[in-house]
């Protein structure tokens, strides 16, 4: 009887026991560390540097028509200055007016006399425009414009026009708030200007020029390599899970889908996300976002490593380009390294491409270079065979970036004619060692 007894208490312990193993196992939760994904994402910036979008969008040419002559304001401060004033004016009340310019007369009303002309690279959608200044009208969201006219003389009502020399538009805007300080005194001493003259290669298209020879010099810097590995964690969602191979001339970084290649020999980057792929017919109101949304990208990294400035974009293609600029002038390479390229996709960034260096610190040797006056360089230009002045898109003074051939961390800065033909930017082939050297040179066969 004491044996049964034993038998069943032992039977009902282990039974008792059993449950309280079962209900354990269902009910324990493991105490894991928590892994924060923000610990991946953006977590090691380039560079501490963040600009705002005035500091990027910047005007490719102002210009002053006064009398029957055209001057252009090259001094970064006096730029400064204008655009300043601007920026406490208010635009309001803007109207199409642009079926009451007679056919032939759109070049005059744009570059007529008594007209202060700021000219950007490229049209610029609205939405930037109200970052640059203030602008009270709503209903205009979906226009893009490349210039703004002020005139100076003889008004009661002040005005601005916004125009879109490709698209042959004109708006005129109301103008309140004005102070014409700043603006009357650099009417007045337009003559100390350099004086500028007209090529037209369109209808709606004029470029102006230095009519007399200009002087630049020949600039050489050292450079500072960037880390690609920063880059990486700055690019990729989770770096952790990326791996890195060595290939000819460079290193590649992948994480199974999007790819980054780092080519040492011209110190480029770039990045590929196949999965953000450029969609088609996307909205007007977000294509209008790229421009920002390109700054802010590149923000987010502290990937402003130098002074870049706005260039060129193109709604069909998604792409935004922005060009290294050197004493206010645009730097120009074969190879794309004075260029930060973005293709996007529908929410991400398809492709970015970029160098991977630097400007650190300016060789105390610049050279100063005499480069063809405007008028020689549009005889240069029409005297090639097959040229069609209809296929240029810009002309501008600027510098080619080229290696120094002895020392490895030396880029040269040399000063140069460029122009946009054909929908690339070529150097303005005028020595005889240009057109031998060949490559990107207009006027080659």
Same mark, same amino acid.
């Given at each position: 009887?004491?044996?049964?007894?034993?038998?069943?208490?032992?039977?009902?312990?282990?039974?008792?026991?059993?449950?309280?193993?079962?209900?354990?196992?269902?009910?324990?939760?493991?105490?894991?560390?928590?892994?924060?994904?923000?610990?991946?994402?953006?977590?090691?910036?380039?560079?501490?540097?963040?600009?705002?979008?005035?500091?990027?969008?910047?005007?490719?040419?102002?210009?002053?028509?006064?009398?029957?002559?055209?001057?252009?304001? !090259? @001094?970064?401060?006096?730029?400064?200055?204008?655009?300043?004033?601007?920026?406490?004016?208010?635009?309001?009340?803007?109207?199409?007016?642009?079926?009451? #310019?007679?056919?032939?007369?759109?070049?005059?009303?744009?570059?007529?006399?008594?007209?202060?002309?700021?000219?950007?690279?490229?049209?610029?959608?609205? /939405?930037?425009?109200?970052?640059?200044?203030?602008?009270?009208?709503?209903?205009?969201?979906?226009?893009?414009?490349?210039?703004?006219?002020?005139?100076?003389?003889?008004?009661?009502?002040?005005?601005?026009?916004?125009?879109?020399?490709?698209?042959?538009?004109?708006?005129?805007?109301?103008?309140?708030?004005?102070?014409?300080?700043?603006?009357?005194?650099?009417?007045?001493?337009?003559?100390?200007?350099?004086?500028?003259?007209?090529?037209?290669?369109?209808?709606?298209?004029?470029?102006?020029?230095?009519?007399?020879?200009?002087?630049?010099?020949?600039?050489?810097?050292?450079?500072?390599?960037?880390?690609?590995?920063?880059?990486?964690?700055?690019?990729?969602?989770?770096?952790?899970?990326?791996?890195?191979?060595?290939?000819?001339?460079?290193?590649?970084?992948?994480?199974?889908?999007?790819?980054?290649?780092?080519?040492?020999?011209?110190?480029?980057?770039?990045?590929? /996300?196949?999965?953000?792929?450029?969609?088609?017919?996307?909205?007007?109101?977000?294509?209008?976002?790229?421009?920002?949304?390109?700054?802010?990208?590149?923000?987010?990294?502290?990937?402003?490593?130098?002074?870049?400035?706005?260039?060129?974009?193109?709604?069909?293609?998604?792409?935004?380009?922005?060009?290294?600029?050197?004493? /206010?002038?645009?730097?120009?390479?074969?190879?794309?390294?004075?260029?930060?390229?973005? #293709?996007?996709?529908?929410?991400?960034? /398809?492709?970015?491409?970029?160098?991977?260096?630097?400007? @650190?610190?300016?060789?105390?040797?610049?050279?100063?270079?005499?480069?063809?006056?405007?008028?020689?360089? !549009?005889?240069?230009?029409?005297?090639?065979?097959?040229?069609?002045?209809?296929?240029?898109?810009?002309?501008?003074?600027?510098?080619?970036?080229?290696?120094?051939?002895?020392?490895?961390?030396?880029?040269?800065?040399?000063?140069?004619?460029?122009?946009?033909?054909?929908?690339?930017?070529?150097?303005?082939?005028?020595?005889?060692?240009?057109?031998?050297?060949?490559?990107?040179?207009?006027?080659?066969?």
């Amino acid at each position: 009887m004491k044996y049964e007894t034993a038998k069943t208490i032992i039977l009902t312990f282990l039974v008792l026991t059993s449950i309280a193993f079962t209900w354990g196992l269902w009910t324990y939760h493991p105490k894991y560390d928590v892994i924060q994904n923000d610990e991946y994402i953006q977590n090691v910036p380039v560079s501490n540097t963040q600009v705002d979008t005035s500091m990027i969008v910047r005007p490719l040419q102002i210009l002053i028509h006064k009398n029957a002559a055209h001057y252009g304001i !090259i @001094e970064e401060a006096e730029i400064n200055k204008l655009l300043k004033e601007l920026k406490k004016w208010t635009f309001d009340d803007f109207e199409n007016i642009s079926s009451t #310019i007679p056919k032939g007369e759109f070049l005059s009303f744009v570059h007529g006399k008594g007209k202060i002309e700021i000219v950007y690279p490229d049209e610029i959608p609205m /939405n930037i425009y109200r970052d640059l200044f203030k602008i009270e009208d709503k209903g205009i969201d979906e226009v893009s414009f490349d210039t703004i006219v002020i005139p100076v003389e003889k008004q009661q009502d002040f005005v601005a026009y916004f125009v879109s020399t490709d698209h042959r538009k004109v708006y005129k805007a109301a103008v309140n708030d004005v102070s014409l300080e700043e603006v009357n005194q650099l009417y007045e001493k337009a003559e100390k200007f350099p004086h500028y003259f007209a090529y037209d290669v369109s209808e709606t298209k004029s470029f102006f020029l230095p009519e007399k020879e200009i002087t630049m010099s020949r600039l050489q810097y050292y450079t500072d390599e960037l880390d690609p590995d920063k880059f990486k964690e700055a690019l990729f969602s989770d770096p952790s899970f990326v791996k890195k191979d060595i290939v000819t001339f460079g290193e590649e970084y992948t994480d199974g889908s999007r790819l980054m290649d780092v080519d040492f020999l011209q110190k480029l980057l770039l990045y590929v /996300n196949p999965a953000a792929k450029n969609t088609i017919n996307q909205s007007s109101e977000e294509s209008s976002t790229l421009i920002q949304k390109s700054i802010d990208f590149v923000n987010e990294h502290g990937g402003w490593t130098d002074m870049y400035h706005f260039a060129e974009w193109s709604r069909s293609e998604r792409k935004v380009v922005f060009r290294l600029v050197v004493d /206010n002038y645009p730097v120009f390479n074969d190879y794309g390294t004075s260029e930060i390229i973005q #293709i996007w996709g529908t929410n991400e960034v /398809n492709k970015y491409q970029r160098p991977l260096f630097r400007l @650190e610190i300016p060789d105390r040797v610049s050279v100063p270079t005499k480069l063809l006056s405007g008028q020689e360089v !549009i005889q240069q230009l029409e005297k090639m065979k097959g040229f069609k002045k209809e296929l240029v898109s810009g002309i501008t003074l600027g510098y080619e970036l080229v290696k120094d051939q002895e020392r490895e961390k030396v880029v040269v800065l040399e000063p140069a004619w460029f122009c946009l033909y054909g929908g690339t930017w070529r150097k303005i082939a005028v020595k005889e060692a240009d057109e031998i050297r060949g490559g990107n040179t207009i006027g080659l066969e």
